[in-house]
């Protein structure tokens, strides 16, 4: 029996799309490091830094539950 592990995503894709906005637009325009934006917007970060989080959800003026969300683990890691 295969145990489900749960994981954080972001929502932050769907926001920027939503928004009509690129992530290097995104990143650039609110002093944020392309990469850290891409990983998050890609859901591929491995971790995440408190003080991104918070200006992320500044600009884009939106709570922390708007951003993240958790979910089950669909990767074939295991």
Same mark, same amino acid.
């Given at each position: 029996?295969?145990? $489900?592990?749960?994981? #954080?995503?972001? %929502?932050?894709?769907?926001? =920027? &799309?939503?928004?009509? =906005? @690129?992530? %290097?637009?995104?990143?650039?325009?609110?002093?944020? @490091?392309?990469?850290? #934006?891409?990983?998050?917007?890609?859901?591929?970060?491995?971790?995440?830094?408190?003080?991104? =989080?918070? %200006?992320?959800?500044? #600009? $884009? &003026?939106?709570?922390?539950?708007? =951003?993240?969300?958790?979910?089950? &683990?669909?990767?074939?890691? @295991?």
């Amino acid at each position: 029996m295969k145990l $489900l592990t749960k994981i #954080v995503k972001t %929502r932050l894709k769907e926001i =920027l &799309d939503e928004r009509g =906005l @690129s992530i %290097r637009g995104f990143a650039f325009g609110n002093d944020l @490091s392309f990469e850290t #934006v891409r990983r998050l917007y890609n859901n591929t970060a491995k971790q995440y830094q408190r003080e991104t =989080l918070g %200006r992320i959800c500044d #600009v $884009l &003026d939106i709570k922390i539950e708007d =951003l993240l969300y958790i979910t089950e &683990d669909d990767s074939n890691d @295991s």
